[in-house]
């Protein structure tokens, strides 16, 4: 059963760095699409990413659409929004034998146009402080991963 995290035009490399932590953690595989605000060969992506960063399974798509035509062969794509109507706890994240899990940039997460293609593929994280519109990208991604890893341990799987 694969596992895929997906960040779109991440920004912060040190976000990058400890979200391809947990990915080598999990066994999950990091996919980047540029854009990229920094550049991985930056020290402070490995930095994040500690002495870890070489074994990261990293994949780099140029854009979007590329990505987007091999997507299908990785498994069934979550979006993760603050825009979401779902509840991630209440998406079957680990029901597939294959979980994609998009992240947007931290500054404006997600493109309009994702938005309005995958509309019921998109979840969210509860908040229960109204002074708090998002976690952090790298947070979001560490619970989004293990809710998936819940899941399927839930299904016996």
Request: with cysteine; charged share 20%; glycine share 8%.
């Amino acid at each position: 059963m694969s596992l895929h995290v997906v960040l779109v035009h991440p920004e912060i490399h040190w976000n990058t760095g400890n979200a391809g932590r947990t990915c080598l953690a999990t066994g999950a595989t990091l996919h980047l699409i540029e854009p990229l605000g920094f550049s991985l060969s930056e020290r402070e992506v490995k930095r994040a990413g500690l002495d870890y960063w070489e074994h990261v399974d990293v994949r780099v798509w140029k854009h979007w659409d590329l990505f987007e035509a091999e997507m299908p062969r990785l498994g069934e794509p979550w979006f993760f929004s603050t825009k979401g109507t779902t509840s991630f706890w209440d998406a079957p994240l680990g029901d597939a034998d294959g979980a994609v899990l998009v992240f947007g940039r931290e500054t404006a997460g997600l493109p309009a146009e994702l938005h309005a293609r995958y509309a019921d593929r998109f979840v969210t994280m509860p908040m229960h402080s109204a002074h708090i519109r998002s976690l952090n990208l790298s947070t979001s991604v560490a619970v989004g991963v293990y809710e998936v890893l819940r899941q399927r341990r839930a299904l016996g799987r």
